[in-house]
């Protein structure tokens, strides 16, 4: 069985832009539009030299819980169940908002190993979003951009270390 890798936020942080560079082509669907993901996807994927596979996790799903936020939490404690180690998302154009305080308690329970990462950080003045990050409790974040693909050897730094 292959180490799998959940990408877990909430909507809009980039999680599907960060699949799908990882994955190597556009298969999740990216918007503007949070929870616009439908699917829960596990696709084979590539860091560097690392070799896993990669969980898109996202808000709108056809699952039995009768709220939205329900189903999105339902959706994020399965993938999380099946990982071996969750790629935990923010904004650090947005900073912390009580959103992702929500989803970084449920990742705390689940009690896998954790990544924090702080997406957006291309261009300037996004120091002090990935700084808010640290009061997630959820460790040092590494700072990317899925967009770009800035941080990259800083993340497979940290899935290497939990490889
Ligand atoms: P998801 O809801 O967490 O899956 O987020 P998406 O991947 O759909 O991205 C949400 C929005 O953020 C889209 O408009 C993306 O283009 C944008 N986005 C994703 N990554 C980055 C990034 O590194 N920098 C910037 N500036 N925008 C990004
Ligand atoms: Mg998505």
Do not use: C, W
Request: aromatic letters at 4%; proline letters at 4%.
């Amino acid at each position: 069985m292959s180490f799998k890798v959940a990408i877990v936020g909430r909507p809009n942080v980039g999680k599907s832009t960060l699949f799908n560079r990882l994955v190597g082509r556009r298969i999740a669907l990216v918007d503007d539009t949070p929870g616009v993901t439908r699917d829960r996807r596990v696709h084979a994927a590539r860091l560097q030299d690392l070799r896993f596979d990669v969980i898109d996790t996202a808000g709108l799903e056809a699952a039995a819980a009768p709220t939205l936020e329900g189903r999105m939490r339902q959706q994020t404690e399965m993938a999380i169940d099946e990982a071996d180690v969750v790629l935990f998302m923010v904004d650090a154009r947005s900073g912390i908002i009580p959103d992702d305080q929500t989803f970084a308690e449920l990742v705390r329970r689940k009690g896998k190993p954790v990544i924090l990462v702080s997406n957006k950080t291309e261009g300037r003045g996004a120091e002090a979003g990935v700084f808010d990050a640290y009061s997630l409790g959820l460790g040092e974040p590494v700072a990317i951009s899925a967009e770009h693909g800035l941080g990259m050897p800083d993340l497979r730094d940290a899935i290497a270390d939990i490889m």
